[in-house]
């Protein structure tokens, strides 16, 4: 069974610039999550979704945006990139609330 | 600012050794998790316990919860090279978003 995909896996963005990252979850998973993941700290909660409704949404700016489609797959957004935004971001999908699956990450770096 | 707290930062051990991080956390848990990852890479589930239990095992690793206390610990038994990586803990708040705190570095030396 495919676990989480995320793509890309790298991307280069200059500053100002927008950036969209994807993710499937795993087949059968309703509930996808975004987190930030700065080299050395800890993953940061962004967004989640669960049934295609926004369910959570951590501390960060407007800039950031996510939605889920009908197929459970979603996509982050992130306006006016920012050299701070160069992180690793990662996708989670759940069954339901609980354990959570993590795809590989898209490391961004923002120039 | 980040519920979980592992300690230590880092640990080295030597090959066969066990070794042995702690999470604290602040506020009620729904459940805890432990995850490793490598090199910035995704993270790989290991293990979750629910906040009414208090000990758990998977293969080489066991989990305990003191919710009194508000901390958790994770034991690597029979530490192997390949254990050479970091370890988050996530605390889950009844339904909302995971919190991961910093992480431990592990190294399993020859």
């Known amino acids: 069974d495919a676990g989480v995909t995320q793509s890309p896996t790298h991307l280069i963005k200059t500053r100002g610039q927008h950036v969209t990252l994807r993710c499937s979850p795993i087949?059968?998973?309703?509930?996808v999550s975004w987190y930030q993941q700065v080299l050395g700290q800890g993953p940061q909660f962004i967004f989640q979704?669960?049934?295609?409704?926004?369910?959570g949404r951590g501390n960060f700016p407007d800039r950031f945006s996510a939605r889920q489609f009908p197929n459970y797959s979603s996509e982050l957004n992130v306006n006016a990139l920012l050299l701070g935004d160069s992180a690793l971001y990662l996708c989670?999908?759940?069954?339901?609330?609980?354990?959570?699956?993590f795809g590989q990450g898209t490391r961004l770096t923002v120039v | 600012s980040q519920q979980g707290e592992e300690d230590p930062q880092a640990l080295s051990i030597q090959e066969g050794e066990n070794a042995t991080m702690n999470c604290s956390y602040k506020?009620?848990?729904?459940?805890l998790q432990w995850y490793r990852q490598n090199s910035g890479r995704g993270l790989v589930h290991l293990i979750l316990?629910?906040?009414?239990?208090r000990e758990k095992h998977s293969g080489r690793l066991r989990v305990t919860l003191d919710t009194s206390k508000k901390s958790s610990s994770l034991l690597i038994t029979a530490s192997r090279a390949a254990d050479t990586v970091s370890y988050f803990c996530?605390?889950?708040?009844?339904?909302?978003?995971?919190?991961f705190g910093p992480g431990t570095r592990l190294s399993v030396l020859p």
């Open positions: 087949s059968g998973h309703k509930s």
């Open positions: 979704y669960y049934e295609k409704e926004e369910r």
């Open positions: 996530a605390t889950d708040s009844y339904g909302q978003n995971f919190v």
């Open positions: 316990i629910r906040s009414n239990e």
């Open positions: 989670a999908s759940s069954p339901g609330l609980e354990e959570a699956f």
């Open positions: 506020t009620s848990i729904n459940n």
